[in-house]
Nanobody, 125 residues
């Protein structure tokens, strides 16, 4: 079964940190760029970050630059999103995705091959 499974979400206070993980099964992420997305209640899904298949290139949404770090461990077939200095507006369901290319697209979300089911992140005091 081909799937992406996210983990690591939860409740955190403003200013806190979380690390999300996304493990692939049934296929290899080795040759695929991957990305993180989020969807807050009542809002459209938005792109958060992208990392190339080698990990040598990353892109971030302006809203998370300097606070979030996208990384990957191809040996473990897993990608990560380190989230620091979290704000209440970061509250959302976070999804990982695998693209059909080694490289991040010019626009988040174009040419996605696989989607995860999401993990909830809530930032609140």
């Amino acid at each position: 079964q081909l799937q992406l499974v996210e983990s690591g979400g939860g409740l955190v206070q403003p200013g806190g940190s979380l690390r999300l993980s996304c493990a692939a099964s049934g296929f290899s992420l080795y040759y695929l760029a991957t990305g993180w997305f989020r969807q807050a209640p009542g809002k459209e899904r938005e792109g958060v970050s992208c990392i190339s298949s080698s990990g040598g290139s990353t892109n971030y949404a302006d809203s998370v630059k300097g606070r979030f770090t996208d990384s990957r461990d191809n040996a473990k077939n897993t990608v990560y999103l380190q989230m620091n200095s979290l704000k209440p507006e970061d509250t959302a369901v976070y999804y990982c995705a695998a693209y059909r290319s080694r490289w991040c697209p010019s626009r988040f979300g174009s040419d996605v091959a696989y989607w995860g089911r999401g993990t909830q992140v809530t930032v609140s005091s």
